[in-house]
């Protein structure tokens, strides 16, 4: 049964996604799959960031695309939309230092240099018309199963944190830095089981293992580790 809390937060979503629906032609694809308010351009007023699909295909979303809203009269109204994209989650952060905060996407396509479908995160920025591209990222050090976007060292800047596979089942944690035109990594944690799903939750991201938020990724002297109640890995 869901708490009083939850269930506000359900509601608060569904009509969120009801009014990004509404203020989407008949055209486009029209399941919300995630959405994120942010003033992206300090103009304050905040934009409101979907991300949505036509239907799934071997479990990965597609036909879907990034769309950016603003405040109108009849609630919100469709100020660009990003399409071809088959995005599966969105983040929002100020990866480049520049005080402006760019929308992550992970996406499931194909690249140029790797033309396999795989998942992939792109990175733009909003010049209050249109999403420009940062980074369509081919791949990270390794393919990846999930990402977080948050500012976990206390720099300024939000990191790129991956959940990687690595061998015999395994999945580590990576941790990249903007540097330029792309990211930098900046090191990873020891391989494990289990390890499931990350989470951005402020300044922190946390790292599901066996259905539960069990560790944090912590950066200290250029080292990545999961900590779990003092202990590290």
């Not at 393919?143 to 976990?152: Q, Y």
């Not at 395994?170 to 089981?193: A, D, H, I, N, Q």
């Not at 066996?210 to 002297?221: I, L, P």
């Amino acid at each position: 049964m869901l708490t009083l809390l939850a269930a506000i937060a359900a509601a608060g979503n569904l009509d969120s996604s009801n009014s990004i629906v509404r203020a989407l032609p008949a055209s486009a694809p029209r399941i919300v799959i995630d959405t994120a308010r942010a003033d992206l351009d300090n103009d304050r007023t905040p934009e409101t960031v979907a991300i949505t699909r036509r239907a799934m295909s071997s479990g990965h979303p597609m036909g879907g695309e990034i769309v950016v809203l603003q405040p109108s009269k009849a609630g919100l109204s469709v100020a660009w939309r990003q399409p071809n994209l088959n995005p599966w989650k969105l983040q929002i952060g100020d990866v480049d230092g520049d005080r402006l905060r760019e929308v992550i996407v992970g996406v499931w396509k194909k690249s140029p240099k790797d033309p396999v479908f795989a998942r992939r995160t792109f990175v733009y920025s909003w010049n209050g018309k249109r999403l420009m591209p940062r980074w369509l990222g081919s791949r990270l050090a390794r393919r990846f199963e999930d990402f977080a976007v948050a500012d976990i060292d206390s720099d300024g800047l939000s990191e790129l944190v991956s959940l990687e596979v690595a061998p015999q089942g395994r999945r580590r944690v990576s941790v990249y830095r903007w540097l330029s035109f792309g990211f930098e990594w900046l090191g990873s944690s020891g391989e494990m089981k289990g390890l499931a799903r990350l989470r951005a939750m402020g300044n922190r991201v946390a790292v599901e293992c066996n259905g539960e938020a069990r560790w944090s990724v912590v950066m200290n002297e250029g080292k990545v580790r999961l900590v779990d109640g003092g202990r590290g890995r």
